[in-house]
Nanobody, 124 residues
Framework: QVQLVESGGGSVQAGGSLRLSCAAS????????WGWFRQTPGKEREGIAT????????EYSDPVKGRFAISFDSAKNTVLLQMSSLQPDDTAMYYC?????????????????WGQGTQVTVPA
């Protein structure tokens, strides 16, 4: 059994930065792909960043490209999301996700492991 525990959300002024962390416990060696998703009320969960276990081939959605950075700390089985130049449109619940299949993508339905979510708020 693998559990994902997120931390690092909060409220920040526009233009500011936050770093989200997602730590895996249990049989984390089975994870091959990590992802970060976000969701606002009434909208579908949106994939924003993925990375392969080991830290290779990070990918970003267009809205966050150039502002967010995903990385993986193999020693701690932790995936990080460094968010910079935050804007009010980035306000959402952010979720860490993981899966054991080999291909990373932004399809939330393909991920079988999810964190509890952490709120990020950027006031207008």
């Amino acid at each position: 059994q693998v559990q994902l525990v997120e931390s690092g959300g909060g409220s920040v002024q526009a233009g500011g930065s936050l770093r989200l962390s997602c730590a895996a416990s249990g049989r984390a060696h089975l994870i091959s792909c990590w992802g970060w998703f976000r969701q606002t009320p009434g909208k579908e969960r949106e994939g924003i960043a993925t990375i392969y276990a080991g830290g290779s081939f990070p990918e970003y959605s267009d809205p966050v490209k150039g502002r967010f950075a995903i990385s993986f700390d193999s020693a701690k089985n932790t995936v990080l999301l460094q968010m910079s130049s935050l804007q009010p449109d980035d306000t959402a619940m952010y979720y860490c996700a993981a899966k054991s299949t080999t291909r990373c993508d932004f399809n939330s339905g393909s991920y079988n492991l999810w964190g509890q979510g952490t709120q990020v708020t950027v006031p207008a």
